[in-house]
């Protein structure tokens, strides 16, 4: 069998440590790769770390490589095993245990990118490989938000409604006895709900305008509270005085 820099097992013998690698019959030669990434699988990506850390040690400890070299050799693995799985057919047979692998090697790969002290770069092809592959995910996510965007379009408007001068606080009054208003069955539920006050203090920001001003809405949020009981301190009561229309409920 050729040297590696993995840490094997003797054939026909049982493992000395569950990350150690290879066959038990031992008839293995040039699929160290392979054998390394086997194991990955069956261990998986909770232990990554560690495995990793248990092969470099043995291959640097006997002299096999320096720390690069082995870092450099694992990275050049795992990419030619994420290539091929790529190019396999998604009707194959093996697409199902494919995508798991696949999956596992690139937290892998990331795992790898986030150690990477050794100045090491992927040969170009790869990189190109990697980010065309980037760009078409973020391509698709682009034109998805499109869609939504398109979607969302059919509810805006230009215009806004215009509140006659002088009358904001008349209307945000409106807006409080909006949302008092009940139905008159004997339920007597909540006409309008709003998740929070914030609701009303956006859509009335959004769609209305005060004359020909565009409404603050750091002034109509100090309209609003939660706790009627005990306002905060920026809450700003209706006057009395702008109190000039009522909603009343008709009775059947």
């Known amino acids: 069998m050729r040297d590696t820099y993995f840490k094997t097992h003797r054939p026909f013998s049982r493992r000395k440590h569950r990350y150690d690698i ?26 990554q770390e560690q495995y990793y850390n248990y ?3 043995y291959a640097v400890s006997t002299g096999k490589c320096t720390e690069a070299e082995f870092y450099a050799h694992v990275r050049e693995i795992v990419a030619d095993h994420i290539e091929y799985i790529r190019k396999e057919s998604p ?12 999956k596992c090697l690139r937290i892998f790969r990331d795992y790898l990118i986030s150690i990477n002290t050794y100045g090491y770069r992927d040969p170009l092809d790869i990189t190109i490989t990697r980010y065309d592959t980037e760009i078409a995910s973020l391509k698709k996510e682009l034109a998805e938000k499109n869609e939504e965007l398109e979607a969302l379009k059919k509810y805006e408007t230009d215009y ?5 001068k002088g009358y904001l606080n008349a209307f945000i009054d409106m807006i409080h006895q909006f949302a008092e208003i009940r139905t008159p069955n004997k339920d007597s539920i909540r006409l309008l709900s709003a998740s929070t006050e914030s609701v009303w203090v956006k859509m009335i920001c959004k769609y209305f305008q005060h004359g020909d001003e565009e409404i ?11 706790n009627k009981e005990n306002p905060s301190s920026k809450y700003r009561p209706i006057r009395e005085k702008d109190k000039l229309f009522r909603i009343e409920t008709i009775k059947p």
């Not at 160290?32 to 909770?46: K, P, R, S, V």
């Not at 009707?91 to 696949?102: A, D, E, Q, T, V």
């Not at 603050?216 to 939660?226: K, L, Q, V, W």
């Open 55 to 57: 092969h470099m040690d």
């Open 216 to 226: 603050n809405m750091e002034t109509i949020r100090s309209r609003f509270t939660s």
């Open 91 to 102: 009707f194959s047979p093996k697409h199902g245990r494919n995508r798991i692998n696949l």
């Open 160 to 164: 806004k409604v215009r509140i006659t």
């Open 22 to 47: 290879g066959s038990p019959i031992g008839f293995w030669n040039y699929y160290d790769d392979n054998h390394f990434l086997t194991q990955l699988y069956i261990i998986g990506n909770e232990e």
